[in-house]
């Protein structure tokens, strides 16, 4: 099995809705791990099985090396806008991620983020995976960067 | 006694065979011996560009 799709984990936005977590979208520290294709995202898993290093998200399936560290990398500037990208929505957006001089020589075919501030009742706990559409990359001595869409990471529309 | 030669001064000059990419080092190995020739692949990196994740709520029905 392998990546095939993008996505939220239900289970944690259903934990940030009644409380079960405490995760903060806007404050908490996020962080931003790689993958090989030898995973297969569920979006509908628990939550313990959606965290940094369980389930599919075992350190096993990672991809890391130089200036890229085993964990990922914190992401910075995650806010939460209202009306945005468009009047009815709501976005998640973060800054874009550029690491220079990083080689990671495993295969990744796309990334989890996760919250690392919160550490009950689930450590680590996944938000979201990104597939990167199929396509293999490595570096070598080079940038590594993942540069989000201007409609940001997530947004949600509730206004249909 | 080994002596690296800086390529792209030959290169300027038009000594040096084509195929020879800057990331090829040539060193010197002696009078009559054959050159070490080492290639590599140099500098690579991953520019990836993503896609928003959309969450849509769907209202059943015209009401």
């Known amino acids: 099995m392998s990546w095939s799709a993008s996505g939220v984990f239900g289970q944690t936005l259903a934990d940030i809705l009644d409380n079960t977590t405490a995760i903060d979208l806007g404050s908490d520290t996020f962080k931003v791990a790689l993958y090989t294709n ?22 096993a399936q990672e991809a890391y090396g130089t200036n890229w560290a085993q964990g990922g990398v914190a992401l910075s500037g995650n806010a939460l806008t209202v009306g945005s990208p468009a009047a009815g929505q709501l976005k998640w957006d973060c800054t874009d991620v550029s690491e220079a001089t990083t080689t990671v020589s495993t295969a990744f075919y796309g990334c989890l983020i996760y919250d690392d501030t919160i550490a009950t009742p689930v450590a680590d706990q996944g938000l979201l995976a990104i597939y990167f559409g199929g396509t293999s990359y490595t570096t070598d001595t080079g940038t590594l960067s993942i540069t989000f869409d ?10 249909p | 006694m080994s002596k690296e030669i800086d390529l ?3 290169r300027s000059i038009g000594t040096l065979r084509s195929g020879y990419k800057k ?35 769907k209202r059943e029905g015209a009401n």
């Open chain 1, 150 to 159: 201007s409609n940001g990471v997530w947004y949600l529309d509730y206004t």
């Open chain 2, 23 to 57: 990331s090829t080092k040539v060193t010197y190995t002696g009078y009559g011996k054959s050159n070490q020739v080492e290639h590599w692949s140099g500098r690579k990196d991953a520019n990836i560009h993503v896609k928003p994740i959309v969450t849509r709520i």
């Open chain 2, 8 to 10: 792209d001064k030959y």
């Open chain 1, 38 to 59: 030898s995973i297969t995202p569920d979006f509908d898993a628990a939550a313990a099985s959606v965290a940094y290093d369980t389930g599919q998200w075992a350190t």
